[in-house]
Nanobody, 123 residues
Framework: QVQVVESGGGLVQPGGSLRLSCKTSGFSLQYYAISWFRQAPGKTREAVSC????????DYPDSVKGRFTISRDQAKDTVYLQMSSLKPDDTAVYYC????????????????WGKGTLVTVSS
């Protein structure tokens, strides 16, 4: 059974840090690129750390560049999103998925999405 499960969200004060986890199962993570997206209330979903299909490298929008970093632990089938210097504008539901920046599936035509984890940045 394929599963993609995000965790690590919560309430954090401005300037704080969080590390989100994307735990995968039911498929071989080594073949897939994992991208992170977020959707704030009333806004469209946006990529915050996505993989470029051209070279397989991560890309970050200016809004999070230098503050967010993606990493993976292949042995644990988990991809992480380290977030620091958090701002209230970072408040959103964060999702991981087996897609590239352009939302195309990263392997075998299959796109797996998690259900998201809520990050709230507030004092």
């Amino acid at each position: 059974q394929v599963q993609v499960v995000e965790s690590g969200g919560g309430l954090v004060q401005p300037g704080g840090s969080l590390r989100l986890s994307c735990k995968t199962s039911g498929f071989s993570l080594q073949y897939y690129a994992i991208s992170w997206f977020r959707q704030a209330p009333g806004k469209t979903r946006e990529a915050v750390s996505c993989v470029r299909p051209s070279d397989g490298q991560p890309d970050y929008p200016d809004s999070v560049k230098g503050r967010f970093t993606i990493s993976r632990d292949q042995a644990k089938d988990t991809v992480y999103l380290q977030m620091s210097s958090l701002k209230p504008d970072d408040t959103a539901v964060y999702y991981c998925a087996t897609v590239y920046c352009d939302y195309r599936p990263s392997y075998n035509g299959m796109a797996y999405w998690g259900k998201g984890t809520l990050v709230t940045v507030s004092s």
